[in-house]
């Protein structure tokens, strides 16, 4: 190969990957927001498909009439569900939105207690008692009063908040359920319409490199969503043994906290442990410790048999893109962070990234070859 076929070949590929890189990291994810209802009717369809299939195999039923069937009962099962969950959630919110004043009120008096009680600790020690921390307690509560009151409070936002997406919520609860029942039922004519303008070798690397995605991430989640339920039963009992008001909603943070990477229920329940105790509630602090130890040990113990080496990334690649998530996006990139680092790599197993490869291997190699001096 000639050097200025070679060099036009790698400019090329590099400059296709980086448009690839472009799309994906700044248009991708305003795309998948744009069009957030078909993406979720997408997944639905893929769920309900097999359904709707065994419909047509065994019972002779035609596609579309079966898939009407499926979304119907589908909707129906989401009514129902929504209706009694959502219920319970309402009344349990509403609740828990009046409660929180009182919470808030209980909580700073304990922190203030707290502080107390250390600053009376430091005192004793010659070294610290010039140090005053008193102030620190009348700041935690001017801010956690602060929450509750004027016209940014927690209850206002959030009540506001929902009640302007309320609209946004139906218009796109309708048309991700119209989204699934056309992607079920025109699911051949739509296959056709892509396939058709694919080559058969990209579309074999593509459904090669969709299993090993489907495998990896949608194992990874569900594994995931286990752990969160296992981890939400046991915190929510604890609570419940420990007379925590609003234990089922507590617990179910708690339990959010814990599938996120770094967090988990240590991040609630090891400063709750100490403000209790330092607030001189002894049996609260070390049941909030021993609640704390059961949750971690469960969740070392069912993680390995859920995730499985197949599915995981090792410690050092989960940190790197943790840390890569965090700095492009905050918190929310650290909960993607993993699944994509699980597809980055998947994509590599699969050859997706053997031409760019090969392009940095022969800049590299010619390079070497260029600054060699001949004696």
Known sequence: MK????????????AWALAVLLVIVFLLPKLLVFFMPFVIGFIL???ANPLVRFLEKKLKMKRKYGTMLIIVFVIAAVVFLCYGVGMAVVVGLRGFIEYMPTMFTNAGAEITAAIDRFQAVLHKIPIFQNVHIGQLGESVTEALSSLMTGENSLPLT???????????????SVMGFLATYFFIADREKLEKMVTSHLSDAFLDKTFQMYSHILKAVGGYFQAQFKIMGVIYVIITIGLMLLNVEYAWLIGFGIAFLDMLPVFG???VLTPWA?????????????GMLILYVISLLVHQLI??????QSVGLNTFATLFFMYVGYQYSGVLGMIIAIPVGMLLINFYQAGAFDSIIWCFKEIARD???FRRIQK
């Open 45 to 47: 369809s893929l769920i």
């Open 303 to 308: 993680q390995p048999k859920l995730i499985g």
């Open 3 to 14: 050097q200025s076929t070679k060099y036009l070949k790698i400019f090329c590929n590099l």
């Open 158 to 172: 959030a009540i506001s908040g929902f009640a302007k997406s309320l609209p946004s919520l139906l218009v796109n």
């Open 367 to 369: 390079f070497n070859a």
């Open 274 to 286: 100490i403000v209790k105790f330092l607030s001189g509630n002894y049996g609260t602090a070390i």
């Open 265 to 267: 229920t240590g991040t």
